[in-house]
């Protein structure tokens, strides 16, 4: 658990506690003030007053739940009236006809909906009109409201900063966002990483791929997606060096990343990555295998990693065998369809179905052969193979 | 000479005491939790944006899952519920049907339905279950597999299907739900963000009576007009929005709804499949991966997250809700009894310190106590020992805690998921928050007490579910 992590989980603990006592303490408040000087015998007094605090909430959270609807839907309202105006005001200021006095007025008493109105507008916006809205932000302060927003102890406070100084595309607002990388909310880190990749520039993105690596797997998928386009960046010097790095688990997430891109890079050195004392590294650096140029002169590597002692390391070597389709693998899949554990037999099956004709039939000899569970797994792969529904399969 | 008459007059009002500490006890944890889970749900609540959906979708890192759903007489709803766990949004996903020994036309329905035809398939894994008869894979290039095997209750189901799943992680559901297209999506969340310690993680069930539903999907969300699934809704927010979620914070969630809930696979195999014999095979589970993960002194984490929604029909009538209660008390008593070895142990953290005692002290024990309560009040009335005011104030003290409980819990609902659009819907929930504490807690209490003298008893049986189905809701009451 992290430092931040702690932090709010004491905070939790900490606003229970509070509500409790004052709960506690509101009970004591009327019997001391009120009903005590009502009723004679105390425990009765404490009683009444425990119902007169009980009523009163039920009564409080019955108008809270009501209210909240209804100040939304009033909100929402409220909205729907003002938007077209805003837009109008905003539409015309950009296009240079007027409107730029208005839309401060309207900022001044109207500012949550003025905000909302042009980060609407700037998600819809592109090319001179997106700048010239960005300025329109800066001259209304927004800018600066935003950023000051972020320091926000609320999550959704400093979630809505970081969106709406996203869309801004400026690179006033790469500080605050290169800040929220660090941001102990996962949202809130994703948000600022898209925002820098859309950016473009080489050091914003090679940032985020640093922040990648060291995030959850949550935050790595969906940034994978994002730096998809732009893998040859990254590729140049932020990749090799995590590749290079000392810590294994920066080197696996790199990979894969590497894997989740599913394109032709030119890794640096991958036979000590297969050699790694890191089990997952190796798996990871087979997995990335199959999109490199010429995998097939990691033979000897792959073929050694079928009989590693890890078997998720296995795995991943029978399903880079059967992809590629490495006919001397034949033999030592066989091994591993006969003698390996549920997992690496099922792989070893489907990859022998892969390899083509000489597999098939070593799949037809276990069938024959009749040990239970390779038997079965061999025959599960024929079927698929020869169903055509290999790619469903999974393996 | 002792004076009888004075020795009972001080136990009846010794007891008295003890049943008030009692109450005020267990409503101090009702109050405690529900505004944690308050807290916490207003500190972390998030669901993914559909931009990370979008992302997540597309990417091959995004772990693979089998939905297993155990079918039993389900041929009223088994086709349109397949379909719907069959669209989720979820790329890497298997759907796993295991058809219990039906007695109707079930896997004659999923068979004409899903085209399907007997694979080679075979079950590899670990964990004892009744003999498969067959396994079924669809002629269309959809992820579906059907286990036809003899019949052996929910839990030999989940097992079998355990055992024909491949992939890292498993989602339990019932066939007779309908999950939120995104629900696997969100409930996945947990483990994208820590895959090392996420085991299991259960999501927010919700009531569908009363819901429009069309193929497969709820459509237009709003309250039933039955009072008896309305009763239900406040009971099910209460739950899950107030008590799971500060469990979940304290890493101390005992029960993972059996409608949907997610594990790691390795965990469960590695723990021994669902229990067989028992009616709270759920709640079974995860109070032994507690017990096992605690036992080895491992770092782990066992969550709940409010989002994933599962929508779920609930009984309508009272003979049916009645069987159900006696079910999953007796579902309490057997996991509390099978693990009461982690009872007040600190080695097992929060868990053997906290959240086991508490659901053995007023979850297990809580309807009995509970029901003596009103004995005990109504005794001492008659016979002149507790005076009208005294008792009009204590039945007034705890109804109005447990409105004080359900309102707090609309509430949350409020500041959370806003699921009900209407604020005529909202006004209905916190009505029945209110009325739900005149008679049908009581009358909850009541069959829960009968349900742990049967627990108690040792008696098993899971009784008969009636079911309307999806596709005519809020149509006609079921005949």
Sequence with gaps: MNRDERIGRSLVYLQTLGTALAYVLAIFIADAFYVARHVRDSGMAFGY?????????????????????????????????????????????????????????????????????VAELLACVEGEAHGRLAQMAAGLGLLERWKEQYRSTVRSKRMTA?????????????????????????????????????????????????????????????????????????????????????????????????????????????????????????????????????????????????????????????????????????????????????????????????????????????????????????????????????????? | MIDWQLLFYRSFNYFCYAIIAYVAVINSIYFFLTVMGFFTLRRYHARLTPEQQEALIRSPLLPEISVIAPAFNESVTVRESVKAMLKLRYPNLQVIVVNDGSRDDTLKILIDEFRLYRSARASMGPLPHKPIRGIYESRDPIRLLVVDKENGGKADSLNAGLDVARSPLVAAVDSDSLLEPDALLQAVKPFLEDP???????????????????????????????????????????????????LSFMNSLLIISGAFGVFRRDAVLDSGGFA???????????????????????????????????????????????????????????????????????????????????????????????????ICTGLGLAVGIISREVAILFFTVSVLFGMVLSTSAVLLEEFTARRYPRTLDVARLVMVAIVENLGFKQLMTYWRTEGLIDGLKGKTGWGKMERKGFGTQPAARAS
């Excluded at chain 1, 800040?179 to 990749?197: G, T």
């Excluded at chain 1, 520039?201 to 998809?228: M, N, P, Q, W, Y």
């Excluded at chain 2, 009645?322 to 693990?339: D, F, Y």
């Design chain 1, 49 to 117: 007053s425990f119902v007169l605090v009980q009523g009163g909430a039920v009564g409080l959270l019955f108008s809270l739940s009501i209210a909240i609807k209804a100040v939304r839907y009033s909100q929402e309202r409220r909205w729907e009236r003002l938007r077209p105006l805003i837009l109008e005001k905003a539409l015309a200021s950009l296009s240079g006809s007027g409107g730029t006095a208005e839309m401060a007025v309207f900022a001044r008493r109207n500012p949550m909906e003025v905000d909302r109105c």
């Design chain 1, 162 to 395: 970081v969106s709406r100084l996203a869309q801004l595309h400026s690179d006033a607002a790469i500080p605050t966002l290169i800040l929220a990388l660090e941001d102990p909310d996962d949202e809130i880190r994703l948000e600022a990483s898209r925002a820098l990749i859309r950016s473009s520039g080489e050091k914003e993105i090679e940032a985020v791929f640093h922040a990648a690596t060291r995030d959850s797997l949550l935050v790595r998928a969906v940034l994978a997606e994002a730096l998809r386009p732009h893998a040859a960046t990254v590729s140049r010097s932020a990749l090799p060096a995590a590749l290079a790095n000392a810590d294994a688990k920066i080197v696996r997430t790199a990979l894969e990343i590497v894997r989740a891109w599913g394109r032709s890079l030119p890794l640096p050195a991958t036979e000590p990555l297969l050699r790694h004392p890191d089990a997952g590294v190796r798996a990871a650096a087979l997995s990335v295998l199959p999109l490199l140029p010429n995998p097939r002169r990691h033979e000897a590597e792959i073929l050694g990693l079928l009989s590693d002692p890890d078997e998720s390391v296995r795995v991943a070597a029978v399903g880079v065998s059967g992809k590629l389709r490495l006919a001397s693998a034949a033999g030592p899949l066989r091994t591993c369809l006969e003698q390996g554990p549920a997992m690496v037999t099922v792989a070893a099956a489907y990859a022998l179905a892969k390899i083509g004709p000489e597999g098939c039939r070593a799949l037809e000899e276990q069938v024959l052969a009749s040990r239970t569970r390779p038997a079965a797994a061999a025959l599960e792969a024929l079927e698929q193979v020869r169903s055509g529904r290999m790619l469903l399969a999974g393996l």
């Design chain 2, 196 to 246: 090392e310690r996420m085991l299991a993680c259960g999501g927010m069930i919700r009531v569908v009576n009363g819901c429009q539903v069309r193929n497969g999907r709820v459509t237009n969300i709003s309250t039933s007009s039955s009072i008896i699934a309305l009763f239900q809704s406040v009971e099910y927010i209460r739950a899950f929005l107030g008590g799971r979620v500060a």
């Design chain 2, 276 to 374: 067989v014999k028992t009616v709270g095979e759920d709640m079974e589970l995860v109070v032994r991966l507690h017990h096992q993960w605690r036992e080895r002194r491992a770092d782990y984490r066992i969550g709940y997250v409010a989002e994933p929604v599962c929508w779920t029909e609930v009984p309508e009538s009272t003979r049916v809700l009645k069987r159900q209660r006696n079910r999953w008390q007796r579902g309490t008593v057997e996991s509390i009894s099978l693990h009461k070895g982690v009872l007040l142990r600190p080695k097992f953290g929060l868990v053997g310190l906290f959240a086991v005692p508490y659901f053995t002290l007023f979850e297990m024990f809580g309807p009995a106590v509970e029901t003596l309560g009103y």
